[in-house]
Every structure is written in structure tokens, then in C-alpha cells.
């Protein structure tokens, strides 16, 4: 069964880099778009990137774009998401997700809660 | 940039139907979806495509768009369909993402 995984999420200082991993299993993942969406405490969800199948396109939402980079190791079936510049507005539980067809979010992860102190 | 809006609560008592809308700038032209959140966990698809069902999904969920208006219905609603309930958009020429701010469903 498809099975995604975010690691790497814990307190970090404003200013400061952190590095999300997404492991998946159970499905081609070179075969998949992949995407990061985060939902701040309390709030709704906020699309942050999108990454291709073959790591050959990347979009970024207007908050993270410049600071946020999105990057995949198909031989290992991991998405990164690389967030450097941190605010607390970064603060957020942050799900990996597949995209399918026209960009529907069939498959998310558990979640990895960033909080960015000041 | 592409506006998606939800109202921000809907209530309605068991058994009924609950009627969650999302409106957007001829979001028909728009492919649309509907995600369901409970409280600490991560949302589920349960209709894409304004209005095919993912498998497990029960038919009582059920989705509609036209104009500037997508609609997602739950027909004989119970207890455990109460959650938040996003739409989402893939804005294409913009190659970005777009949530509705969510819709919390409250069963009475």
C-alpha cells in the first residue's frame, strides 16, 4: 500500500535552515509529481512546492519561493524539502503528498510539525 | 493570484444534507477537489475532478461545478462526517496550488 513518512520537522531558530525528508513506498515513485503542503496551528492548508516526476520542473507558492527548495532522490524513493530563512510564519505541520491527474492530493503523509522560535 | 472561498461553518442536523460550497472566478473551467480533515490527522480525498469519488469513499459524497460556484454534498449526514472540508484547485498557468480556506461541518 502507498506509504509516506515525513521526517525531519522539531524547533528551530528564526533565521536559521532545516532539511524535511518524505519517504514512500508501495507505488512507482519515479513514476509521481510530488508536492509539500503545511497547515499553520489552527489554520487551513497552504500549498508550498510542486516537483515533477523527474525532479525537472519545481513551483514554489509566493511565501517560500526564494527560501523553500524542493528536490527528490529517485534511487531512494525520498522527497526533501529544503527551508532556509525560517519565520515564525513558517511554523506548521508540513505533509508530503502525491499528485495525480489534474493535481488532486491522493495520498498524504502523517505530517512533521516545524516550529520556528524568535 | 486565484481566490478559492469556503464558509468558514456549516451545521446541520443528522440525516440531513449538507451542502459545502466554494466559490471562485469560473471555477468551472477548474478542476476541483474536496478533502476531509479530522482533528490531528491529514486530509483525505473524497471526491476529485468536481465530482468522481475515490474508492472507499461512500456515495453520500457527492460533488457539482458550474458557474462560479463547486459544490460538495453529504447526503444523510452522520456524527462521523463532522471534519473540516478544503477545495482545491491546480491553477495551471500559474503552476501553483489553491486551497479554500475550509469549511468546518458541524452535525447537530
Known amino acids: 500500500q502507498v506509504k509516506l513518512v515525513e521526517s525531519g520537522g522539531g524547533v528551530v531558530q528564526a533565521g536559521k535552515s532545516l532539511r524535511l525528508s518524505c519517504a514512500a513506498s508501495g507505488f512507482g515513485f519515479n513514476n509521481y509529481a510530488m508536492h509539500w503542503v503545511r497547515q499553520a496551528p489552527g489554520k487551513g492548508l497552504e500549498w508550498v512546492a510542486l516537483?515533477?516526476?523527474?525532479?525537472?520542473?519545481?513551483f514554489y507558492g509566493d511565501s517560500v519561493r526564494g527560501r523553500f527548495t524542493i528536490s527528490r532522490d529517485n534511487s531512494n524513493n525520498t522527497l526533501f524539502l529544503q527551508m532556509s530563512s525560517l519565520s515564525a510564519e513558517d511554523t506548521a505541520v508540513y505533509y508530503c503528498?502525491?499528485?495525480?491527474?489534474?493535481?488532486?492530493?491522493?495520498?498524504w503523509g502523517q505530517g512533521t510539525l516545524v516550529t520556528v522560535s524568535s | 493570484s486565484y481566490v478559492l472561498t469556503q464558509p468558514p461553518s456549516v451545521s446541520v442536523a443528522p440525516g440531513e444534507t449538507a451542502r459545502l460550497t466554494c466559490v471562485g472566478d469560473?471555477?468551472?473551467?477548474?478542476?476541483v477537489h474536496w478533502y476531509q480533515q479530522k482533528p490531528g490527522q491529514a486530509p483525505v480525498v473524497v471526491v476529485y475532478?468536481?465530482?468522481d469519488r475515490p474508492s472507499g469513499i461512500p456515495g453520500r459524497f457527492s460533488g457539482s461545478n458550474s458557474g462560479n460556484t463547486a459544490t460538495l454534498t453529504i447526503s444523510r449526514v452522520a456524527a462521523g462526517d463532522e471534519a473540516d472540508y478544503y477545495c482545491?484547485?491546480?491553477?495551471?498557468?500559474?503552476?501553483?496550488?489553491?486551497f479554500g480556506g475550509g469549511s468546518k461541518l458541524t452535525v447537530l
Open positions: 482545491q484547485i491546480w491553477d495551471g498557468p500559474n503552476n501553483r496550488g489553491v
Open positions: 503528498s502525491r499528485g495525480v491527474g489534474s493535481q488532486t492530493f491522493d495520498y
Open positions: 516537483i515533477w516526476y523527474d525532479g525537472s520542473n519545481k
Open positions: 475532478d468536481d465530482s
Open positions: 469560473n471555477i468551472e473551467t477548474r478542476m
